[in-house]
């Protein structure tokens, strides 16, 4: 098949690229590149033949771009709250209205096949519930609501000719090309390679829903591959591995590497954190078939794996971190704003 994958340079699109290409697919990225495409230099060597990278903008999108595609996962955006509150407006051009240019394209072409990265932002906060699809939205950030009204969007747009499936992922985490340590899980092992101590806020009581970047990836692949029966006139699915709250995160992480290293967990508990949420996956699994399988203790061995090979050590380095990086380029972009051409 051929498709087109938005924020394919990025940190679920990299693994996700590299998924398809394994399947032999043609894939076209479409992608601001805020990150550069480095995630994908290893890929554009081995299947550069099949693998077309586009510097683009979703605010901006060209129809055009879908010449031959036969589907679209749409990964691009602003994609965490701290990022996201940084410009609400950008917020809404980029999470919102591009999420409407590229599929209203896709449906303008004919393209039935349409999956969509949403968030489990979208319920809020709430301790003593654990959210389904049909759990009342309440969200309560910039992000979260950009989200939310793009899903709403997407099915409103539904019909014969055009299937969105609107996956609101948990927090992901995992190794992937294009690192990141700004994720609850990654900044553990993170932590238990160079320091040793997990420092863990407001006792860890708050709950969080947690799946790894393989299975988000793998996720999408069925969404657009599925007999479109299932999908037809759209569908949200919510994507877990499994709730766990923050303090059992740590435990795990700790038990996980007892046998690579001591580490301690330090538990402050000062402050309360008010941010607490889960959520089901069943609908996925009864509709779809699908259950994520890796486990957050596989996946921290497999990170810290590469962390002992001497890879993403320079853990200071912003290019890990969504929101220091994007200060790092808008910095620049006002400098050079400023004194212009360098030579």
Known sequence: MNFLVTGGAGYIGSVLVGML????????????LYFDDSSLADLKKKYGHRLEIIQGDVRKFDENV??????????????????????????????????????????????????????????????????????????????AKSRLISDEALMKMADESFCPVSFRQATVYGASPRWRYDLAVNTFTRDAFTKGVLKVDSGGMAWRPFV?????????????????????????????????????LAHRVKYTLKDKKHIEVE???????????????EKLKKVLGFVPDVSIEESVLDMYGYLEKGLYTDIDNPYYYNMPWMTLLLNMENRLNRIGKIF
């Not at 996720?219 to 303090?247: M, R, S, W, Y």
Request: charged residues 25%; proline residues 4%; glycine residues 4%.
């Open 21 to 32: 290409l394994l399947r032999e697919d043609r894939v076209k990225v479409y992608d601001k």
């Open 66 to 143: 879908l010449d031959d595609v036969e589907a679209v996962v749409h990964l691009g955006a602003l994609s965490n709250d701290p990022t996201a509150d940084f410009d609400p407006k950008a917020t809404v051009d980029i999470n919102y209205k591009g999420t409407l240019n590229v599929a209203q394209a896709a449906k303008n072409r004919g393209i039935k096949r349409f999956s969509f990265a949403s968030s489990a932002a979208v319920y809020g906060f709430h301790s003593d519930s654990i959210a389904d699809e049909d759990f009342p939205p309440n969200p309560q950030s910039e992000y």
């Open 212 to 248: 790894d970047v393989k299975d988000v990836a793998r996720a999408h692949i069925l969404a657009v591959t599925c007999p479109v029966e299932k999908i037809k006139g759209g569908i949200i699915f919510n994507l877990i591995f499994d709730n766990l709250q923050i303090i059992d």
């Open 267 to 281: 538990v402050e508990y000062s402050t309360r954190e008010a941010r607490s949420y889960r959520m089901s996956g």
